[in-house]
């Protein structure tokens, strides 16, 4: 499994970005949990948002209601949309797919994409 981040860059305080990140490979399947990660300078990589096959979302208490978190099954992709962006947004996202299945855990992660707010 192949995931591409794509999205980032450099934007003021209270703009907007969108992420987007494409699953690929033959292992994939829309069984995984989809989810972007920031790891902001100096930081540990954290939760920002995921979402399970069947919809169920989950946020940091940080991003709740400016960050949304979407999946498109057809195109194996997931999105985070981020609205009224603030400087301690800045850090690079990474997606992850992740699944438990047959006793076993499945881990991808993506490479990352650099957000930058800039106050």
């Known amino acids: 499994v192949q995931l591409q981040a794509s999205g980032g860059g450099l934007v003021q305080a209270g703009g907007s970005l969108r992420l987007s990140c494409a699953a690929s490979?033959?292992?994939?399947?829309?069984?995984?949990?989809m989810g972007w990660y920031r790891q902001a300078p100096g930081k540990l990589r954290g939760l920002v948002a995921s979402?399970?096959?069947?919809?169920?979302?989950n946020y940091a208490d940080s991003v709740k209601g400016r960050f949304t978190i979407s999946r498109d099954n057809a195109k194996n992709t997931v999105y985070l949309q981020m609205n009224s962006l603030s400087p301690e947004d800045t850090g690079v996202y990474f997606c992850n797919a992740n699944r438990f299945y047959a006793s076993t855990q499945y881990n991808y992660w993506g490479q990352g994409t650099l957000v930058t707010v800039s106050s």
């Open positions: 979402m399970t096959p069947s919809g169920s979302t």
């Open positions: 490979g033959s292992g994939f399947s829309i069984n995984y949990i």
